[in-house]
């Protein structure tokens, strides 16, 4: 079995663990994850927020944008350039501005008055979403390859927020990582906090 078939039978894997975990058990969790988000030192640092907006079951983001605001940092999201494997990044100030893409998620519109890069002046810190994460640090994710791009050139603290009924000790093991594939600095359950040295 290749590589591609490996992630493939995975992918399925996790999102039916998801699944199984239910609305109101996701949502307990996602409450813990925020509140250990919140008190990292990256994201008190932080003046530039790049969460993705949380959908369907993946790990809720809203409270965290909703934070990030009150505590007066510039919060950007992502918008997916069309045929490409590159995201840029809009300041976003409420949740109304948003429009839906053709994925079906919400997304900011592409001004370029609001545009923000994640490399400038000033702490960053993104949020990386997976369908599991492991211990030092590497996530599989959906397929499209926008945060592999993203994180080949982020300057920031990469932080990825995983379930623990998600998280895997090492996806080596498990065949799902090549080459283009980049871990994040911090991973962050409802249980602890990981730091792959």
């Not at 307990?28 to 790049?50: F, K, S």
């Not at 994460?133 to 996530?139: C, P, T, V």
Request: proline share 5%; aromatic share 8%.
């Amino acid at each position: 079995m290749g590589i591609d078939e490996v992630k493939r039978a995975q992918r399925k894997r996790f999102r039916n663990i998801r699944k199984e975990l239910g609305a109101e058990e996701r949502s307990r969790i996602d409450a813990l994850i925020t509140e250990r988000l919140i008190a990292l030192p990256e994201y008190q640092d932080a003046q530039l927020v790049l969460p993705y907006l949380s959908f369907g079951a993946e790990v809720d983001t809203r409270a965290l944008i909703r934070h990030a605001w009150a505590a007066g940092k510039i919060v950007a999201l992502p918008w997916c350039v069309p045929g490409t494997r590159e995201m840029r990044w809009y300041r976003v100030e409420s949740f109304d501005s948003l429009v839906r893409s053709s994925f079906g998620v919400e997304e900011p519109v592409p001004r370029d008055e609001d545009e923000q890069d994640p490399n400038a002046d000033g702490p960053a810190i993104a949020l990386v979403p997976g369908l599991t994460f492991d211990e030092r640090g590497y996530r599989m994710g959906y397929g499209g390859g926008f945060y592999d791009t993203l994180l080949s050139t982020f300057d920031g603290a990469a932080v990825g927020l995983c379930r623990e009924a998600q998280f895997e000790e090492d996806l080596t093991a498990l065949g799902v990582i090549d080459a283009h594939d980049r871990s994040c600095d911090v991973v962050v359950t409802e249980a602890r906090v990981i730091r792959p040295s």
